[in-house]
């Protein structure tokens, strides 16, 4: 059974500081994906990785991949209040009969602080 | 371009009650993808379709769970006999790819919130 497990399950940033947030996966994948939440809304789909050593960035975030170690990273340039969300990954199992479903983590609830 | 529409926003029900809830994909889009997400956690898999048929159902917890897209579009999750422990946010996602051979980005719908009582 595939498991997915994001760490820290809980953030507090300062505004302007720098963070990471891992993603660990258990079995062999190359489909990840990341996906931001706001309270009581549903999921925005930030990036999707395909590949070993994919990195996609947009403004302030950054995602990585690394197949081999079954990691993902999220990484936090300079925050601002308006990344204060909770963040998933998903991985999407690439064979046998799972295609398609994605596994989640238990998401990284991000505060960003003045 | 629309996005995935869900209905009703919410639902409050009884114990024992029948509901149906219904996700609207987007226009073209043959995957379909149906969540549950508790508080505080994760959304967690149920059901997948491709095109009319269910290609993936290894999510669904009971046979008290059932879910139909009888022409390839909109889809309706009915659960039978509602339980306490079913009350959670339902989330339908679709993608325009779907399958083995590439990726399927899922764009996920506002969800529909089940309170059963």
């Known amino acids: 059974e595939l498991k997915v497990e994001q760490n820290p399950l809980f953030l507090s940033m300062q505004e302007g500081k720098n963070y990471t947030i891992y993603c660990n996966y258990s079995?062999?994948?190359?489909?990840l994906y990341w996906y931001r939440q706001d309270p009581g809304k549903s999921l925005e789909s930030l990036f999707v990785?395909?590949?070993?050593?994919a990195v996609k960035q947009e403004g302030r975030l950054m995602a990585s991949l690394d197949t081999k170690a079954r990691l993902s990273t999220l990484h936090i340039t300079a925050a601002v209040h308006d990344l204060s969300a909770t963040y998933f990954c998903?991985?999407?199992?690439?064979?046998?009969?799972?295609?398609?479903?994605?596994?989640f983590g238990q998401g990284t609830i991000l505060t960003v602080h003045p | 371009g629309a996005g995935v529409s869900q209905t009703p926003s919410n639902k409050v029900t009884e114990k024992g009650k029948y509901v149906e809830l219904r996700c609207d994909p987007i226009?073209?889009?043959?995957?379909l993808y149906w969540y549950r997400q508790s508080l505080g956690q994760g959304p967690e898999f149920l059901i997948y379709?491709?095109?009319?048929?269910?290609?993936?159902d290894s999510g669904l917890p009971n046979d008290r769970f059932f879910a139909v897209r009888p022409e390839g579009s909109v889809s309706t999750l009915k659960i039978q006999r509602t339980e306490r422990g079913d009350s959670a946010v339902y989330l339908c996602?679709?993608?325009?790819?779907?399958?083995?051979?590439?990726?399927?980005?899922?764009?996920f719908g506002p969800g529909t919130r089940l309170t059963v009582l």
């Open positions: 996602a679709s993608s325009s790819t779907g399958g083995r051979l590439t990726y399927n980005e899922q764009f």
């Open positions: 079995t062999t994948s190359d489909r």
């Open positions: 990785l395909l590949s070993n050593g």
């Open positions: 998903a991985v999407e199992e690439a064979g046998g009969t799972s295609y398609g479903k994605l596994t």
């Open positions: 226009s073209g889009h043959t995957a």
């Open positions: 379709f491709q095109g009319t048929g269910a290609a993936d």
